[in-house]
């Protein structure tokens, strides 16, 4: 009964602190971006007088040097779901934890998909899918989606994307919009990935850690790995080590988004450390002038 109290003080908490962003950085966006993914073009006609200007057709115009715009059949149901990586690399953050992170993105982005009446589900996965709660509207199903990421304690703290993201291809059949939320440092998943963005909208969302990126200067200390265990000892303080490390990781990171960039893949990389605000409104405003295109 105490556990039950605790993480619905969770869930509220989690409900406070992000409706000002659902309200003022999400809500106004939210219907034109990803609704404007759930429609299909239907044809092209005549430009009339109140037409939103935003749905002409550049290459009909251009063709009979007379203004069209696109029609659209737009789909009744929009379907979201996301996919966290629970996995034991999430636990990692030096103030802020990557799966607390991770929750508190999510949970905006799903008090969002409630307020639009969208379908929301939740895969939680670490070498493979532990967790699955399938799409449904409601702000009660949305409240019980959040508290069971919040409650879930992983069976193993291993990673495999690849598998997670193959099972997750052949669960949902509707085309979706689908946030992927980990570190991304598995790098046997650019295969699925591709075939899953084939079929839906899916976006990337990176969530690291700080230190992950530059390890500071405080002599010896041993390192281990949260997914297998292994512990190494490092020398901090050598600097040619700490330059290595982070050339390594620079030239991976690149490599990643180069990849997902390919396929055409939006990437929204976030800090434990930093406000979420910020690349959460990049990425709209970046999404929206693709919209408006």
């Keep these: 009964m105490q556990q039950t109290r605790e993480i619905l003080q969770k869930v509220k908490k989690l409900e406070i602190t992000t409706k000002q962003l659902v309200d003022g950085l999400i809500t106004g966006n939210y219907h034109s971006i990803f609704k404007g993914q759930g429609i299909e073009?239907?044809?092209?006609?005549?430009?009339?007088?109140?037409?939103?200007?935003?749905?002409?057709?550049?290459?009909?115009?251009?063709?009979?040097?007379?203004?069209?715009?696109?029609?659209?059949?737009?789909?009744r149901d929009l379907y979201v779901y996301f996919a966290i990586d629970m996995s034991g690399s999430s636990s990692f953050g030096n103030n802020v934890q990557k799966r607390t992170k991770a929750l508190e993105i999510v949970a905006s982005l799903m008090f969002a998909a409630a307020n639009n009446n969208d379908n929301v589900g939740v895969f939680l996965f670490t070498d493979t899918i532990e967790t699955f709660i399938p799409a449904?509207?409601?702000r009660k199903h949305m409240l019980k989606a959040i508290s069971a990421i919040v409650r879930f304690q992983p069976r193993s703290t291993k990673t495999d994307l690849r598998t997670s993201l193959g099972f997750i291809s052949k669960v949902i059949k509707k085309r979706s919009i689908i946030f992927i939320i980990s570190d991304f440092f598995d790098e046997d998943f650019l295969v699925p990935f591709k075939f899953l963005k084939n079929k839906h909208d899916v976006i990337a969302l990176r969530v690291i850690d700080r230190r992950e990126q530059q390890i500071p200067d405080i002599g010896l200390i041993e390192l281990e790995d949260?997914?297998?265990?292994?512990?190494?000892l490092v020398d901090t303080s050598d600097e040619e080590f700490r330059e290595n490390y982070e050339r390594l990781l620079k030239g991976y990171e690149e490599a990643l988004f180069h990849s997902l960039r390919k396929i055409k893949v939006d990437v929204i990389n976030?800090?434990?450390d930093e406000a979420f605000e910020a690349p959460l409104k990049r990425f709209f405003k970046l999404r929206m002038q693709r919209v408006m295109r």
């Excluded at 949260?226 to 190494?232: A, D, L, N, P, S």
């Design 41 to 75: 073009f239907s044809e092209s006609r005549e430009y009339q007088l109140g037409d939103d200007i935003r749905t002409i057709d550049w290459k009909m115009t251009a063709r009979f040097n007379h203004p069209y715009v696109k029609e659209f059949i737009e789909e």
């Design 136 to 138: 449904r509207k409601g």
């Design 270 to 272: 976030i800090l434990t």
């Design 226 to 232: 949260e997914e297998t265990g292994e512990q190494i």
